[in-house]
C-alpha cells in the first residue's frame, strides 16, 4: 500500500498515518516524490485498511497494493511517465535518438563525435567517462578529464549530456556534468548506488542487468524511485544467452512486456546488444516498431581505432542514415524523432575547469 499526501499538508499529519498503519502492524517507510510525501507499507494489509485511511486528514490518495512493484506498475500510475532531460523528453509520442561514443578518448575525438551526433539529428550526447570493462587491463576511461570533455561538447552543441556512473565516490562529480546518469548493467543490482542516485534528484537510465529477469530490472528501478526520483528511463541492451553469434541477445518482448507492465518509458541499445555494425540499423528499426521510446547507439569517428567497443560503433554518416530511416517509420506510425533543445551555452563545472585532459 502507498497512501500519497496532500502537498500541503503538515508533517504532523503524515506522521499520524504513518502511526495509523503501525497500529495495524504494518512497517512504514517514507520517501518524497513530485513534492507529496509518501508512506510505504510493507506486509500484507488487513481487510479495509485502505478504505480507513483514505479519509483521514492530508491523504490524498492511497494505491491499495501488495505488488513489489510499487511504483513502477501499472497500479501507481496508469498514464506513461515522460522523462524531462534538459529539454529532450523520453517517453510520450517523441523518439528519441542518444548517440556516442562508448568511451571518451581525447578532445578531437569527443569534438567529431559530437559535431557528428548534432548534424545527424541526434537528440542527447552519450559518453563514457568512467568505464566498467570485463578485463582489468582494457581501458577504464579518463575519469574526471573525460567528464571535462563531455561538458566542453554541451557548450558547443548544446546537446544534454548522458555518462555512466560506477560509485558513489564519484556521483558528485559526475552530477556537475551529466543531464542524465546511467547505471550500467554490471550495476543494475548495486543497491548502495541504485538509492544514493534516487536521493540525487537527477533523472536516470538504468540498463538491464546481462542476466537479469524483466521483474528483478524492475525492482532496481524501484530502489530509484522509493527514493523519491520518478524520473527513470529503462534501456533493454541485450541479455546473455547461449547463442554465440551476437555478443548478447537482444530482447526486444521485453519492451512490449515492459510497456504493459510499468508507466516508465525504456529504450534499446542495440550496439552493445549486438556487438556488430551490420544489426544496429535493423535492431534499431525493429526497437521502434516494437515501440521503444528511443535508442542508444555508439558512434565513433573512426571506429577502426576506438579504445572501446570497435567492432559495434557507427560512423557519424551512418547514424544520419539510420535517424533518416527511423524518421521514416515513425512518420508512418504517428510518431516523430525528438529533437534537441535550443542551444543552451552553461558555464563549465567549477570542479572541473582547472583540470588538464
Given amino acids: 500500500m502507498i497512501v500519497v499526501m496532500d502537498q500541503t499538508s503538515a508533517p504532523e499529519?503524515?506522521?499520524?498515518?504513518?502511526?495509523?498503519?503501525?497500529?495495524?502492524?504494518?512497517?512504514?517507510?517514507?520517501?518524497?516524490?513530485?513534492?507529496?510525501?509518501?508512506?510505504?507499507?510493507?506486509?500484507?494489509?488487513?481487510?479495509?485498511?485502505?478504505?480507513?485511511?483514505?479519509?483521514l486528514p492530508g491523504v490524498e490518495s492511497?494505491?491499495?497494493?501488495?505488488?513489489?512493484?510499487?511504483?513502477?506498475?501499472?497500479?501507481?500510475q496508469r498514464a506513461d511517465t515522460v522523462v524531462d532531460v534538459a529539454g529532450v523528453p523520453i517517453g510520450?509520442?517523441?523518439?528519441?535518438?542518444?548517440a556516442g561514443p562508448c568511451a571518451v578518448?581525447?578532445?578531437?575525438q569527443m569534438s567529431d563525435s559530437a559535431h557528428g551526433v548534432a548534424l545527424a539529428g541526434g537528440a542527447i550526447l552519450r559518453g563514457g567517462a568512467?568505464?566498467?570493462?570485463?578485463?582489468?587491463?582494457?581501458?577504464?576511461?579518463?575519469?574526471?578529464?573525460?567528464?571535462?570533455?563531455?561538458?566542453?561538447?554541451r557548450e558547443v552543441t548544446g546537446l544534454p549530456i548522458i555518462t555512466e556512473v560506477l560509485d558513489v565516490a564519484d556521483l558528485d562529480d559526475v552530477l556537475e556534468v551529466a543531464d542524465i546518469l546511467q547505471v550500467g548493467t554490471r550495476n543494475m543490482s548495486n543497491a548502495t548506488l541504485l538509492r544514493a542516485i534516487g536521493r540525487s534528484g537527477r533523472p536516470v537510465l538504468l540498463k538491464r542487468g546481462m542476466a537479469a529477469t524483466i521483474e528483478e530490472w524492475l525492482l532496481a528501478a524501484e530502489y530509484i524511485l522509493s527514493e523519491g526520483n520518478p524520473d527513470v528511463v529503462l534501456c533493454e541492451?541485450?541479455?546473455r544467452t547461449f547463442e554465440?553469434?551476437?555478443?548478447?541477445?537482444?530482447?526486444?518482448?521485453?519492451?512490449?512486456?515492459?510497456?504493459?507492465?510499468?508507466?516508465?518509458?525504456?529504450?534499446?541499445d542495440p550496439s552493445h546488444a549486438a556487438g556488430r555494425t551490420d544489426l544496429v540499423r535493423p535492431l534499431a528499426l525493429a526497437a521502434a516498431a516494437v515501440g521503444a521510446d528511443g535508442v542508444m547507439i555508439d558512434?565513433?569517428?573512426?571506429?577502426?581505432?576506438?579504445?572501446?567497443?570497435?567492432?559495434?560503433?557507427?560512423?557519424?554518416?551512418?547514424?544520419?542514415?539510420?535517424?533518416?530511416?527511423?524518421?521514416?517509420?515513425?512518420?508512418?506510425?504517428?510518431?516523430?524523432?525528438?529533437?534537441?533543445?535550443?542551444?543552451?551555452?552553461?558555464?563549465r563545472p567549477r570542479a572541473l575547469a582547472t583540470e588538464g585532459v
Fill in 237 to 239: 541492451r541485450g541479455i
Fill in 244 to 268: 554465440p553469434a551476437t555478443r548478447f541477445t537482444l530482447d526486444l518482448s521485453a519492451v512490449a512486456a515492459v510497456r504493459r507492465i510499468s508507466h516508465l518509458p525504456v529504450i534499446v
Fill in 62 to 76: 492511497v494505491v491499495d497494493t501488495e505488488d513489489a512493484l510499487r511504483f513502477t506498475g501499472r497500479a501507481y
Fill in 13 to 55: 499529519l503524515a506522521e499520524d498515518v504513518a502511526a495509523a498503519l503501525r497500529a495495524e502492524d504494518m512497517q512504514v517507510l517514507r520517501s518524497r516524490c513530485h513534492g507529496r510525501a509518501h508512506l510505504i507499507s510493507t506486509g500484507t494489509a488487513p481487510r479495509g485498511l485502505a478504505e480507513r485511511i483514505r479519509p
Fill in 299 to 347: 558512434v565513433h569517428p573512426d571506429a577502426a581505432g576506438a579504445l572501446c567497443d570497435a567492432g559495434q560503433a557507427l560512423h557519424p554518416k551512418e547514424l544520419a542514415e539510420l535517424t533518416a530511416d527511423l524518421g521514416r517509420l515513425l512518420t508512418a506510425t504517428g510518431r516523430v524523432l525528438a529533437v534537441p533543445p535550443p542551444r543552451a551555452m552553461p558555464a
Fill in 105 to 108: 578518448e581525447n578532445r578531437a
Fill in 92 to 98: 510520450g509520442p517523441a523518439f528519441v535518438v542518444v
Fill in 130 to 153: 568512467y568505464k566498467p570493462r570485463t578485463s582489468p587491463y582494457s581501458f577504464q576511461g579518463l575519469g574526471r578529464a573525460g567528464l571535462r570533455l563531455l561538458a566542453e561538447q
